[in-house]
């Protein structure tokens, strides 16, 4: 065993080997209230957990196993465990059965029962999703078994008690390796020999939580105690090595139990790993820190760190964790990522700006050189090898086209009567896109056709700070075409952390202005609403003509406050006629971001919407419609009412992904012959059918009010995040369909966007079917809704 793969055994082992599911949260105000629990102590001392962390823990784990491409390992081996049965499989409870009393060694319904108890611990160990946590606590068999113990020890146990028993031995195992120095004591113990580190600090662990006279676990050891001489110790022993059984230690698919518990090793540190840093020499040099579950400190050097897509900054030669930025650039971009076992566990996209002296823009021929040395490597080599040289071409040519892209035109703007002007120097343009061309050109001769996969690049002129809440910046006829040929898709104007992103083509090759006003939210502008921003009203004018609504989205950007703010519910809210109307919009570092069809009159609220009937879902879905509703992407029925067990109409559905996924045209158009433009779902019916997301039920007609099945839903998500994002279907994804038996009753048109829905954890199955023809709730449509909003690509 290698140092590193002993680090992942040695950090997340309280969270397998306990078979907590990576440390499901259970408190006595938190979680343990959802799920029926009463004086539930936890170990750490920590922040009560709620359920919302809880679910939350789930779809981050989820996320980052399909991040790492393994989620089908871990369903593999859930299913594996989950067909097991006692005839054959009963030595795996051979542990536990040893320490029967002698009266119930015959019993074979008794054995039985703990069999199917450590089973659900086993598939509970491997599930990272509500729903399969659901169903095995809704099984009418582990039901029977916890039925069975009962009438047999007189304790009743249930599904919940276990997980409470799992976590509260994760967080005392947590608890200890927070201790300074722990951490590294322990991994030096275990690359030395000494693979006894883990069990004794299981032991302790579980010795801790002992005294817990809350668990129920606790009570039926303490049974087993008081029916034979075995002391509580070596109970607890045999119950860790029979969830091993079950688990990590799964003797009849040892290879497949060891790639998903890999799997979901790699993907809980990569889940509960966050990063910082430390920037120092004046900007060039960044040192970043890793922490596991936010308190515990990965030691740099037991990663493997990588720098890529940036050729203006590299790692450090010597320093593990470091990243320095050329001394010939200014600033670079980059992807920094940290791995274990040749798994990412943390990425990050990084900038690095040098902050002394004056503006520079860095010239071209460094990244031109390095795509003329990749020119031959890419001509010699075949199959994946060269799919990775052409990837390697076009990542660093973006890279360099990115950092010479933003020009610094803090010194070309002029205040008068308190209104600024800031007029973009053309030769500035001039030369960026000279040198955005000759690296085009020279990843063009190095890879034929490369060009055409970089992503959009845009231009944008950075004023910085400016004392003004009327900024207009212009730019001359002659700059925009010169953006236009070079294929630049976009002009970003930013000033005092505003910025806004108006593609080329709406300027018509005349000269552009881009105007910005900001006043204060007053009660009187947006009524009740709770203000994060300020109001800002945009203008856009080409060739002496302003544009109020534009053919490509345009970015908005808005600074907010966000003290004491739920930032997860932050939306861009357009003032019309005095009253607002909601677009959604993401939160990142201080700022919130949405794209726009229209340019009008905006600012940032807390919206806060609730619902009188969502109470029996808010366990699961409860979070969920109460973001996406603030957000805009759905809304209730009539009289506060959400209406969470109501069936979806396609044209409701079509409405929220439109508004999820910022999709809205206001200038689309659809040829449905029952989709009038008086109808309410008329726009956003046209933007999905402009946008490629949907087509109709016949080669006319739409069928807005009929409900939507959940192969429909499954491609229509499929289909906007590839509108949205561009990612697509692969090749891949449709190994995710061998988990449902009926995969086979998925239509051929289908196929592929449910595979990568169901793949990616946008739709999930139910019991081993998908049911593609059934039809989901508005509370199910809701967390799918939420899904794609914070989907990744």
């Known amino acids: 065993m290698t140092v590193k793969r002993k680090l992942v055994v040695t950090t997340i082992a309280a969270s397998l080997v306990a078979g907590s599911l990576a440390g499901i949260p259970l408190s006595n105000k938190g979680l343990a209230a959802q799920l029926g629990l009463s004086n539930v102590a936890s170990a750490a001392t920590a922040t009560t957990p709620t359920y919302a962390d809880f679910l939350a823990r789930l779809d981050r784990i989820h996320t980052a196993l399909i991040a790492g491409g393994e989620a089908q390992k871990v369903r593999d081996l859930r299913e594996i465990i989950a067909d097991l049965d006692y005839a054959t499989a009963n030595s795996l409870v051979e542990p536990i059965l040893a320490y029967i009393p002698s009266d119930l060694s015959d019993n074979e319904d008794f054995k039985e029962a703990l069999f199917t108890v450590f089973q659900a611990i086993g598939t509970v160990t491997y599930s990272t999703h509500v729903s399969e946590i659901d169903a095995i606590r809704n099984s009418a068999e582990v039901r029977t078994a916890f039925e069975e113990l009962q009438e047999a020890t007189g304790v009743n146990l249930t599904l919940n008690d276990l997980l409470a028993y799992g976590n509260a031995v994760e967080s005392a195992a947590v608890n200890q390796l927070k201790a300074p120095g722990k951490l590294m004591l322990l991994a030096a113990a275990v690359v030395s020999g000494n693979t006894e580190a883990v069990v004794d600090l299981f032991n302790n662990a579980s010795e801790e939580v002992l005294n817990n006279s809350s668990l129920k676990v606790n009570e039926l050891i303490t049974w087993f105690a008081n029916e034979n001489t075995a002391s509580r110790e070596e109970l607890v022993d045999a119950v860790a090595a029979t969830v091993e059984n079950f688990t990590t230690n799964y003797p009849l698919e040892a290879e497949i139990a060891a790639e998903a518990t890999q799997a979901l090793a790699v993907a809980f540190i990569r889940a509960e790993t966050t990063g910082s840093a430390v920037s120092s020499n004046n900007g060039r040099t960044q040192t970043f820190t890793l922490k596991l579950l936010k308190d515990i400190t990965i030691p740099s050097d037991l990663v493997v760190w990588n720098v890529t897509g940036g050729s203006n900054i590299t790692k450090d030669a010597t320093l593990a964790g470091v990243v320095n930025l050329a001394s010939t650039a200014s600033t670079g971009t980059a992807t920094l990522t940290a791995s274990v076992m040749d798994k990412v566990i943390y990425s990050e996209n990084i900038t690095l700006t040098y902050s002394a002296g004056s503006v520079y823009i860095p010239s071209a021929p460094s990244i031109i050189d390095i795509l003329g040395d990749l020119k031959g490597k890419i001509a010699a080599a075949t199959g994946a090898e060269k799919d990775k040289l052409i990837k390697e071409a076009i990542d660093k040519a973006f890279a360099a086209i990115s950092a010479i892209s933003a020009i610094d035109v803090s010194k070309d703007v002029s205040i008068v009567d308190g209104k600024a002007t800031v007029n973009v120097s053309s030769s500035a343009i001039s030369k ?47 700059s925009v075409k010169k953006l236009t040929v070079a294929g630049i898709y976009g002009t970003k104007f930013v000033a005092n952390g505003i910025g806004a992103t108006v593609p080329v083509s709406e300027s018509k090759d005349s000269k552009i202005s881009f105007n910005v006003k900001n006043a204060a939210a007053t009660p009187a502008v947006i009524g009740t609403g709770k203000a994060a921003s300020d109001v800002f009203d945009f203008t856009f004018n080409a060739g002496g003509t302003d544009i109020h609504e534009f053919t490509k989205p345009v970015q908005i950007q808005l600074p907010v406050n966000t003290d004491g703010i739920d930032t997860d519910l932050l939306t861009l809210a357009k003032i019309i006629n005095g009253k607002l109307e909601y677009y959604g919009g993401k939160y990142s570092n201080g700022s919130v971001t949405e794209n726009r069809d229209t340019f009008s009159s905006y600012v940032v609220v807390e919206n806060k919407v609730s619902f009188k009937d969502t109470n029996k879902v808010k366990a699961w879905a409860g979070r969920q419609i109460e973001v996406m509703a603030a957000k805009g992407a759905i809304q209730g029925r009539a009289n506060g009412a959400f209406v969470p067990n109501g069936e979806v109409t396609r044209a409701e559905f079509a409405k929220m992904l439109v508004r999820a996924l910022d999709l809205d045209n206001v200038l689309a158009k659809e040829g449905f012959s029952d989709v009038n433009a008086a109808d309410w779902f008329a726009p956003f019916v046209a933007a999905a059918s402009e946008a490629g997301i949907i087509k109709g039920r016949t080669a006319t007609s739409f069928a807005p009010n009929a409900t939507i099945t959940r192969a429909e839903m499954a491609v229509m998500v499929a289909r906007g995040l590839e509108a949205a994002q561009g990612v697509k279907p692969s090749a891949e994804d449709l190994k995710a369909l061998d988990a449902f038996k009926d995969a086979g009753s998925i239509s051929a048109s289908l196929k592929d966007g449910v595979a990568f829905a169901a793949n990616n954890g946008l739709v999930v199955g139910d019991k081993g079917k998908f049911n593609p023809n059934a039809t989901a709730t508005r509370a199910q449509a809701a967390v799918i809704i939420y899904r794609a909003f914070n989907f990744k690509g």
């Open 432 to 478: 960026v896109v000279t040198d955005i061309t000759a690296i085009i050109n020279a990843l063009k001769d190095a890879a034929p056709g490369a060009e055409k996969s970089l992503p959009n690049i845009v231009v944008s002129f950075e004023a910085g700070k400016v004392d003004s809440k009327d900024i207009t910046f212009n730019v001359d006829a002659d």
